[in-house]
């Protein structure tokens, strides 16, 4: 079960643009949102006032993932076809291609959705990237599925919401999505000879995360540094590491915040700061997911 019921400290530090669907359905609202250059991830309650019926068209490609409540009835149509016809229930999945047609009609209880966009020219990107393709590559569009992979990747974003992870780990988590998208679309990639990084490559990209530790750190900067595309990059990197880039941000900020609480020289507020944190609770918070006790207490341990 997965408490998305968070408080003001895990919130995001970005304020997702208001969508379609939440600007003509007044009982739409978020709870939780993350926005990263050319995508959004949100989590979206619809609150039923007797039947509410709500219908939207897409200019993004959509990921849902059900939370709870469920539709009476759901239509999709694509490119002039319907595609589906039937009601949503909690614990499933729908892909959506950019140009759809939803409509809806809520049944019981509120709605409440994970919701993930990206734009079709930075997913078309994506993929080629990752596919080593040069050709478009179709979606599928999927309703009611359910597909495993996606829905413990769509379970991994409503955590990541909650714990307010960083732009690095969603970016992580949109290039697995994409893959994922595609994977259940029927593409198939062709293996490639990245097996990890180099020592140098490792190097460089462990230095330009030290470097630049005060701000948000991109995956593209990352994988620049390494000289790969994005998609290759992560897979190398678990390959020589057995980390995701994101994890790997996370652990040099936090071997950085120790080596800085243990040397007395710095308050908490300057080590948060130095270290790119909006907010002290949501450095605390992060301090004490990754080490178990508050940055306060750690500096305890070592003055005693």
């Known amino acids: 079960m997965i408490d998305i019921q968070a408080s003001d400290r895990y919130r995001s530090r970005s304020v997702n643009p208001v969508l379609s669907i939440e600007r003509q359905t007044p009982s739409a609202s978020h709870s939780l949102a993350h926005v990263a250059g050319d995508f959004s991830c949100a989590v979206v309650s619809i609150r039923n006032k007797e039947r509410e019926e709500f219908s939207y068209q897409l200019n993004e490609h959509r990921f849902c993932y059900n939370l709870s409540g469920g539709t009476r009835e759901t ?28 409509r809806s009609v809520l049944f019981g209880s509120d709605l409440r959705i994970l919701r993930f966009e990206m734009c079709a020219d930075s997913f078309a990107a994506r993929a080629q990237r990752a ?21 413990q990747l769509a379970k991994e974003m409503a955590r990541s919401l909650v714990c307010g992870a960083e732009t690095i780990h969603f970016e992580f988590l949109a290039e697995t999505l994409v893959h994922g998208v595609l994977t259940a679309s029927g593409h198939r990639k062709k293996p490639d000879s990245v097996w990890g990084l180099q020592p140098r490559a490792l190097t460089r990209v462990v230095d330009y995360i030290y470097a630049h530790l005060d701000r948000r750190i991109r995956l593209d900067e990352l994988a620049a540094e390494a000289g790969l595309a994005p998609s290759p990059f992560i897979r190398a990197l678990r ?24 040397d007395n020289q710095h308050s908490v507020s300057q080590i948060f700061v130095a270290l790119g944190y909006a907010t002290h609770s949501q450095f605390s918070a992060a301090f004490r997911k990754a080490v178990a006790v508050t940055p306060s207490d750690y500096r305890k341990r070592y003055r005693s």
């Open 131 to 151: 596919f080593g393709s040069q050709k478009q590559l179709p979606i599928m569009p999927m309703d009611n599925s359910c597909h495993s992979r996606l829905a």
């Open 75 to 102: 239509v999709i149509i694509n490119n002039g076809r319907q595609e589906f016809r039937g009601a949503d229930e909690p614990g499933m999945l729908t892909v959506l291609p950019s140009g759809s047609d939803r």
């Open 239 to 262: 390959s020589s590491t057995g980390r995701t880039p994101g994890q790997l941000v996370r652990d040099i900020r936090m071997d950085r915040a120790k080596s800085m609480l243990r």
